[in-house]
Structures are given as structure tokens and as C-alpha cells.
């Protein structure tokens, strides 16, 4: 069957075609695979079929779910540093010359980690509220040896007293609740450089009515925000971020909004 697709060549002793090392080459097998590996645990832990641990949303789940989870992401900390800086106008420079990233939500640090192995010059800073999370994510730290670039920090984005230290930040809106989403922005916002750039994930709601359906409800029973267009707009001018547009993502991908804090003007 394999063969008969093109993904297996030969005869006597078979290896992978071109399309199936293209396949693996990227991570994005896995990628798909850990998603679905979390989301089967999470679909468990509602049904009762694995224990939740007392609490709503994320920290209901086990480690377990955790890690899958975080490694699902990691692909998007590379996809990040290869795509997003180069088309998002300023970073580039930034982050060749250093450059700070805050991954707010950044769980078992799996997408940080794989942000910093791609850029080599990087400094980031992970904040989330799941004190098991972060026992994970020092955990990926040391396995990366990436302790000296890479920091987590047990707060609440709405708790962020940084201003003007980072260059580009990240907020998943599926892992964050609406009101926690909302004074986020504003922090966030505060956070960064002037020209910085925030980046926005959230589910995709221009899908047929079902897809829709099914993504509204897993991100609401994961305590998150479902975010569409028009909301991701008004949102993020509402917190004073300017150069709102809608990124590039492939099949199945997250949406991605990015916007910028304004710069001053010249002379200014």
C-alpha cells in the first residue's frame, strides 16, 4: 500500500520515497501525532475515563497530557523563528543582534525551547500559572541545556509588570479565559519594546459548521477563548496594538494574528 502511494520504493529491500521523508524530515508527524495523543487525553480525563486532578480547564489534566501537549507546540516555536520574525518587519534585525520573547502560557517549554534552538541569539521568558507545568519545563530546560536563555516564571499574564523588555510575544487564546485574555493584551501590550510585535494563536472558526461546532466547545472546555477574526481585531486595537493582519498558516494550522506596539514618532 505504502509502495503503491509512492511513500516506499524498491523492491527487495524497500526505503522511504521522497514524500515520506518529507514527511518526517520536519517534525510535523509527530507534531500531529502528540496533538492527537492530547486530545484524546483530554476527551478521557471529560469522560471520567482518566482521573482529572480536582481543578477546570488545563489543570485538570495529568502530566501526561501536559507533555503531549507542549510537544505538539513545539513545531510552532520553529515555524515562529522561520516564518513569522522574517515577515513581521523589525524582528528580523532584533533578533539577529539578541532579541527577547515572551511566551505567555509557555507550559512544559517545549515550543520556548524549540524557539531558542532556532535562534541561537535569543533570550526568552515563559510565564505561566501551572506550578506542575513549570516542574515540567525545568525539566525541558535542562534537557536542552538552555538554563542560560531560557527562563520560566510562575505568573499570571495579567499579573505582568514588565515594560519595554521583550520583541515579540506570543498568547495562545484557546489556553487562556476571556477575561484573563482581555487584561492580558493590555500587560502584554506594556511589555514590549516600542515596534515589538505580538503574535496571537486561536482556533479557526471560517471552517463548515461542525468544525466550528467541535472547536468553539474544545477551546470553551478548556477554559479558553475562541477568538475570530473580527474579535481578534477589535481586541487588539482595544488594547492599543496598531498593524493588525492575518498570517500565513497551512491545512489545519492555527490562525495567527500579529500586531504591533506603535513607535514613536520621529523626533518624538
Not at 164 to 190: C, I, K, N, T, Y
Not at 216 to 236: C, H, Q
Amino acid at each position: 500500500m505504502l509502495a503503491a502511494v509512492g511513500l516506499v520504493v524498491g523492491d527487495g529491500r524497500p526505503q522511504m520515497g521522497s514524500g515520506l521523508a518529507e514527511l518526517l524530515s520536519d517534525g510535523s508527524l509527530d507534531t500531529r501525532r502528540q496533538a492527537m495523543l492530547s486530545t484524546l487525553r483530554q476527551v478521557a480525563t471529560a469522560t471520567e475515563i482518566v482521573a482529572a486532578h480536582g481543578a477546570e480547564g488545563w489543570a485538570a489534566q495529568d502530566d501526561a497530557t501536559l507533555l503531549a501537549q507542549g510537544r505538539s507546540s513545539a513545531l510552532g516555536g520553529q515555524m515562529l523563528a522561520m516564518y513569522a520574525i522574517p515577515s513581521l518587519e523589525g524582528l528580523s534585525e532584533r533578533f539577529a543582534a539578541g532579541g527577547d520573547f515572551l511566551d505567555v502560557g509557555v507550559g512544559v517549554a517545549e515550543m520556548a525551547a524549540a524557539f531558542c534552538e532556532a535562534m541561537p541569539n535569543a533570550r526568552v521568558v515563559g510565564i505561566d500559572v501551572l506550578p506542575r507545568a513549570l516542574d515540567l519545563a525545568q525539566q525541558t530546560i535542562a534537557a536542552r541545556g538552555l538554563g542560560d536563555r531560557l527562563e520560566v516564571r510562575l505568573l499570571a499574564v495579567q499579573e505582568l509588570a514588565d515594560v519595554a523588555q521583550f520583541d515579540l510575544a506570543w498568547m495562545p487564546a484557546p489556553f487562556l479565559p476571556a477575561e484573563v485574555f482581555g487584561d492580558g493584551l493590555s500587560r502584554v501590550h506594556d511589555a514590549l519594546r516600542p515596534g515589538g510585535w505580538l503574535i496571537v494563536g486561536a482556533g479557526r472558526f471560517d471552517g463548515d459548521a461542525l468544525a466550528v461546532a467541535v472547536t468553539r466547545w474544545k477551546t470553551l472546555r478548556s477554559g479558553g477563548t475562541p477568538l475570530a477574526p473580527e474579535e481578534a481585531r477589535a481586541s487588539l486595537d482595544g488594547a492599543g496594538f496598531v498593524e493588525m493582519r492575518e498570517l500565513p498558516t497551512p491545512p489545519g494550522a492555527p490562525a495567527l494574528y500579529a500586531a504591533r506596539k506603535a513607535q514613536p514618532a520621529p523626533g518624538v
